[in-house]
């Protein structure tokens, strides 16, 4: 039997850590800052389109990054999404023009989907490659890789995005973006080297999918059940800042505490792999339990309460990602991945936010808590219809 022991992760799976550390955090530096740079350039009647333009161009930019999968050399495209990315950085401390920066924003956004896209799938097609037969093991190190991967553009939001608020206060606009594009760079072009060391996995494999092959509809239903998850902690860490003083939360624990649950989490979730419907419904049920403490609790309810939402958080979204890679071809998994994500991480937290936002324009921050219960509620109805659907098949 094939023991875990004899398994490890490829040197190669490593860079492509650092390259979903590197992209998520140019696009934390650019959401971060965006209401610092907003402000100092009195440009304040245009920052629900600078945030709501960025959104629309990663849709755009997942649907065509998974598109291109099968159209373009891989690597290639992987070099250019990573150049633009610099170039519209370093831009920011540059356009003084409202309407180029609106601009500046849409380009940013499409580049950063496609770049997803394509890092998403290069891993998934690394982790895959590298097992000598379909077990339990591999399963697991699948998702533990995937874990990982993901827990790398998550501490990106302190040492890029929290990084870069503090270097605003330090030195002027246009030399933080300049110095974070330029570190940016250096490190892309070291982790290069090794990436470009297995080019077998950026061969283009199979037939060209029909047109309309990027748009995965079996990827939606998962979407939408993990977007339930997603959209709780979307708000959460949104609106950290007036959560906190409702709740007299240390904003530290509001952010750095939950980012450290989801840490554990994703690697728990590799563990989990084996009994993963028990799992998912483990996590589903911490997320609402957080959920409904941080609306009721007190002091260390809500702090215990910020923790759960991030560990259940953690474990649920590497599960879905893994639930998802079994159901699809090889050929289709990119595809899959990218439509996965528009619905999980960008429509379902944006229509969460929306509507937590006008809800507490009415009745508060803290009493607006209520609200989010039903979206990972739910997310475990649907979960649950799933498995039955699956069972009487």
Same mark, same amino acid.
Request: net charge positive; glycine share 8%; with cysteine.
């Given at each position: 039997?094939?023991?875990?022991?004899?398994?490890?992760?490829?040197?190669?799976?490593?860079?492509?850590?650092?390259?979903?550390?590197?992209?998520?955090?140019?696009?934390?530096?650019?959401?971060?800052?965006?209401?610092?740079?907003v402000?100092?350039?009195?440009?304040?009647?245009?920052?629900?389109?600078?945030?709501?333009?960025?959104?629309?161009?990663?849709?755009?930019?997942?649907v065509?990054?998974?598109?291109?999968?099968?159209?373009?050399?891989?690597?290639?495209?992987?070099?250019?999404?990573?150049?633009?990315?610099v170039?519209?950085?370093?831009?920011?401390?540059?356009?003084?023009?409202p309407?180029?920066?609106?601009?500046?924003?849409?380009?940013?956004?499409?580049?950063?989907?496609?770049?997803?896209?394509?890092?998403?799938?290069?891993?998934a097609?690394?982790?895959?490659?590298?097992?000598?037969?379909?077990?339990?093991?591999?399963?697991?190190?699948?998702?533990?890789?995937?874990?990982?991967?993901?827990?790398?553009?998550?501490?990106?939001?302190?040492?890029?995005?929290?990084?870069?608020?503090?270097?605003?206060?330090?030195?002027?606009?246009?030399?933080?973006?300049?110095?974070?594009?330029?570190?940016?760079?250096?490190?892309?072009?070291?982790?290069?080297?090794?990436i470009?060391?297995?080019?077998?996995?950026?061969?283009?494999?199979?037939?060209?999918?029909?047109?309309?092959? &990027?748009?995965? !509809?079996?990827?939606?239903?998962?979407?939408? @059940?993990? =977007?339930?998850?997603? #959209?709780? %902690?979307?708000? $959460?860490?949104?609106?950290?800042?007036?959560?906190?003083?409702?709740?007299?939360?240390?904003?530290?624990?509001v952010?750095?505490?939950?980012?450290?649950?989801i840490?554990?989490?994703?690697?728990?979730?590799?563990?989990?792999?084996?009994?993963?419907?028990?799992?998912?419904?483990?996590?589903?049920?911490?997320?609402?339990?957080?959920?409904?403490?941080?609306?009721k609790?007190?002091?260390?309810?809500?702090?215990?309460?910020?923790?759960?939402?991030?560990?259940?958080?953690?474990?649920?979204?590497?599960?879905? &990602?893994?639930m !998802?890679?079994?159901?699809?071809?090889?050929? @289709?998994? =990119?595809?899959?991945? #990218?439509? %996965?994500?528009? $619905?999980?991480?960008?429509?379902?937290?944006?229509?969460?936010?929306?509507?937590?936002?006008?809800e507490?324009?009415?009745?508060?921050?803290e009493?607006?808590?209520?609200?989010?219960?039903?979206?990972?509620?739910s997310?475990?109805?649907?979960?649950?219809?799933?498995?039955?659907i699956?069972?009487?098949?």
């Amino acid at each position: 039997m094939f023991s875990q022991r004899n398994w490890s992760f490829p040197i190669v799976f490593y860079p492509f850590v650092g390259v979903n550390f590197l992209t998520c955090g140019l696009m934390f530096l650019g959401n971060m800052t965006i209401p610092i740079l907003v402000e100092e350039r009195e440009w304040e009647r245009e920052l629900g389109l600078m945030s709501s333009l960025y959104l629309i161009g990663m849709v755009f930019g997942r649907v065509l990054g998974g598109w291109l999968l099968s159209r373009v050399n891989n690597l290639y495209a992987l070099h250019a999404c990573i150049f633009m990315l610099v170039i519209t950085t370093l831009m920011y401390g540059v356009v003084s023009v409202p309407a180029l920066f609106l601009g500046l924003r849409v380009v940013q956004g499409m580049v950063q989907g496609v770049t997803f896209s394509f890092s998403d799938s290069l891993v998934a097609k690394v982790l895959e490659s590298t097992a000598p037969r379909k077990s339990d093991v591999p399963e697991q190190q699948f998702a533990k890789g995937m874990g990982y991967y993901s827990v790398a553009g998550t501490i990106s939001i302190f040492a890029i995005g929290y990084s870069g608020l503090f270097l605003m206060e330090q030195i002027p606009f246009h030399m933080m973006y300049m110095l974070v594009a330029f570190v940016t760079m250096v490190l892309y072009i070291w982790l290069s080297l090794f990436i470009s060391k297995k080019k077998e996995i950026f061969l283009l494999q199979g037939d060209k999918p029909k047109w309309w092959s &990027f748009f995965v !509809l079996a990827a939606i239903p998962y979407g939408v @059940m993990a =977007g339930g998850i997603a #959209a709780v %902690f979307a708000v $959460v860490t949104t609106y950290s800042e007036p959560l906190s003083k409702e709740k007299e939360l240390f904003l530290v624990v509001v952010t750095i505490g939950i980012t450290l649950a989801i840490v554990l989490g994703r690697v728990c979730a590799g563990y989990m792999t084996a009994r993963t419907q028990t799992s998912m419904i483990f996590a589903m049920s911490m997320v609402i339990s957080g959920t409904i403490m941080l609306w009721k609790g007190r002091d260390f309810l809500a702090y215990g309460a910020v923790l759960m939402i991030g560990l259940g958080y953690g474990i649920a979204i590497i599960l879905f &990602f893994d639930m !998802l890679k079994r159901q699809m071809k090889p050929e @289709m998994i =990119g595809a899959a991945f #990218a439509t %996965f994500s528009i $619905v999980c991480f960008e429509l379902m937290p944006a229509l969460a936010k929306w509507l937590f936002a006008n809800e507490a324009v009415q009745q508060g921050y803290e009493n607006s808590l209520g609200l989010l219960i039903g979206f990972p509620i739910s997310s475990l109805i649907l979960f649950l219809l799933y498995l039955g659907i699956r069972k009487n098949r």
